[in-house]
């Protein structure tokens, strides 16, 4: 068994880290850390680590620890993972990477200095309909792939407390938060670099980052891919609502997604087939299962790199500085 430490006990550690964790065979939850004492205390009581900690330091300095996960805010990413790569953890680290490209670099280039592994948690990567049509693309249904589309507006932290949206406005909104795991799939489904992006965008006061982005990127050796995420969708109306599509399209066929509905569609050219998929979870197992693989083969399986991350979110910004332009 793997024994793994989880810094940043917050909302994504509560409903996919701390309890995928608990569950999984072959990770052990042997340390917590957050600096807020009360949440450590609540997710001690869930989960029963073996240490609980309120600076990741003495964390990363644990005997007999392989992993950290870094789930705390995205401006203290690069800091604690290099401090866990500086003591031979591997790192599975939140999107987004880091808030710079920059420091996205400092930590791909120690994760390679450690020779320890760098995984970044996309949903792209394990969500069902995701997983779908990667293998879709792969088995070669669409032929050559020449157009990716990727639709997501809903009304986000808008439901929650202001200062939770303010804190993820401040860091970039939706095309940064959101955005990022779309121009990870974006490389992921085409095997394709990013070549430029022109984005537009809606900026509501207070804010000075939009609050709705549409991003058009060209990618390499031809193809264009867009990306579409926003948080006004039913921000004032009584009822939460929100729209979800996938389109990939290729020479030999296409494959849509919506949400509402839950339909994936595949046009090939034997036929057209339909079937639903209403598993819309973020799949935390699968990437812990891929973690361990990963650990024990010295290389990364079915997670993406660093390198991916920094591609992601340099992006992501990139679409955001085009928005704001």
């Not at 693989?293 to 990364?300: D, Q």
Request: aromatic share 8%.
């Amino acid at each position: 068994m793997l024994n793994i430490g989880v810094i940043g006990c917050g909302m994504v550690s509560g409903y996919g880290h701390l309890p995928t964790i608990a569950a999984s065979k072959p990770w052990h939850l042997a340390a917590v850390c957050d600096t807020d004492e009360k949440r450590l205390a609540d997710a001690t009581e869930k989960y029963h680590p073996d240490e609980a900690f309120t600076d990741y330091r003495k964390l990363v300095k644990l005997p007999g620890l392989d992993a950290a996960v870094v789930a705390t805010h995205v401006d203290t990413h690069e800091k604690i993972t290099l401090a866990a790569l500086g003591h031979g953890l591997h790192v599975f680290c939140e999107k987004p990477m880091a808030a710079s490209v920059r420091r996205c670099r400092r930590m791909v280039d120690a994760a390679a200095k450690a020779d320890r592994l760098l995984a970044v948690n996309f949903n792209t990567r394990t969500g069902t309909v995701y997983r779908r049509i990667k293998c879709l693309i792969d088995e070669g249904a669409m032929g050559e792939v020449r157009v990716v589309r990727f639709v997501f507006d809903w009304s986000c932290h808008q439901w929650h407390p202001v200062e939770r949206l303010e804190q993820f406005m401040v860091g970039g909104g939706p095309i940064v938060d959101s955005g990022v795991h779309f121009f990870d799939g974006i490389r992921w489904f085409t095997g394709r670099e990013i070549e430029t992006i022109d984005a537009r965008g809606v900026i509501l006061e207070p804010h000075e980052n939009p609050q709705h982005v549409i991003a058009v990127c060209r990618l390499a050796g031809g193809g264009v891919a867009l990306v579409e995420a926003g948080w006004l969708y039913t921000r004032r109306t009584k009822d939460e609502g929100a729209i979800f599509r996938i389109d990939v399209i290729g020479d030999d066929g296409a494959v849509t997604f919506v949400s509402p509905g839950e339909i994936l569609r595949v046009y090939t050219r034997t036929g057209t087939s339909e079937e639903r998929i209403e598993d819309r979870g973020k799949h935390f197992e699968i990437a812990y299962e891929n973690l361990a693989e990963s650990v024990e083969k010295g290389r990364l399986v079915g997670l993406a790199s660093g390198e991916d991350g920094l591609k992601a979110t340099e992006a992501a910004l990139r679409a955001l500085a085009s928005a704001r332009r």
